[in-house]
């Protein structure tokens, strides 16, 4: 037995439960770039597990905080939503769980440090997810994500966690006009399996801020982070297009 199936076995023996299909795991533990250099022998990548577990992710947590916080605003709950299932977030589970060292990975990925890549080990989180939801229903899913997440939830609600700069800036600006803030990717470099992005989030038809990253969700964090450093003036020109209230 591999290192990489004792770390699965034990991350199995974590989770608790009897898969009913194991495939869905290994499929979650399979990063794309293993697929790209095997040429597929069969082979599925995580990816579209991903984009169900992102859903199942964002539904479970939005329930638990509706049903934590009678008293919040839509928007308060929606800003405690984004910190908690944030990059930084998950790759922190992730890291509890060990995923890193279960990942199947090609050796470019893995040799470029792919199993501590914080947009890896978010994605991973949300693909085990989405295998479990599959495998095992909501109500485990549900007890798996709040017994994963609650810490940092804890964390969002005493204000320890980092800054969620989108959310910031949107809130910031949305004070002087009701226009609202767009991201694009401006550019790609690197393989498929180590991609750099630039992000640019756009304001009334002009770019404020520039970020890059590894994912698009890190490049688009700096972005923002990027337009606060001259959040002042932007703000002022603002005003001047809106003009005085009455």
């Known amino acids: 037995m591999s290192k990489q199936d004792e770390q699965t076995n034990r991350l199995k023996t974590r989770l608790g439960f009897k898969w009913h299909n194991p495939t869905l795991l290994i499929q979650a533990l399979t990063h794309s770039s293993c697929v790209h250099e095997s040429r597929g022998h069969g082979l599925c990548h995580n990816q579209r597990l991903e984009f169900l577990g992102d ?8 329930e638990h905080l509706y049903k934590l916080f009678p008293d919040r605003t839509e928007g308060e709950l929606t800003k405690m939503r984004a ?36 947009s890896i080990l978010a ?3 949300e693909a085990l997810l989405g295998a479990i939801y599959l495998d095992q229903g909501l109500d485990i899913s549900r007890d798996f994500v709040l017994n994963q997440l609650s810490p940092i ?50 304001y009334r038809g002009a770019v404020i801020g520039k ?10 964090q700096r ?5 606060f450093k001259n ?5 002022k020109s603002s005003a001047k297009l809106v003009g005085p209230t009455r």
């Open 55 to 62: 859903a199942v992710l964002e539904l479970i947590i939005s």
């Open 83 to 118: 910190a908690s299932v944030c990059e930084p977030s998950l790759a922190k589970v992730a890291r509890g769980l060990d995923l890193g060292r279960c990942l199947r990975m090609g050796r470019g990925e893995e040799r470029s440090g792919g199993r501590e890549r914080p």
């Open 123 to 125: 994605d991973a989180f």
């Open 153 to 202: 939830i804890d964390d969002v609600v005493a204000g320890r966690l980092d800054r969620d700069y989108k959310t910031e800036l949107q809130e910031i600006l949305q004070q002087s006009s009701p226009e609202p803030l767009t991201y694009t990717i401006m550019d790609e470099t690197g393989p498929d399996h180590d991609k750099t992005f630039t992000a640019g989030v756009i």
């Open 211 to 220: 970020g890059r990253g590894h994912s698009k969700k890190e490049a688009e």
């Open 223 to 227: 972005a923002a982070r990027d337009a």
């Open 231 to 235: 959040i002042d003036d932007i703000k």
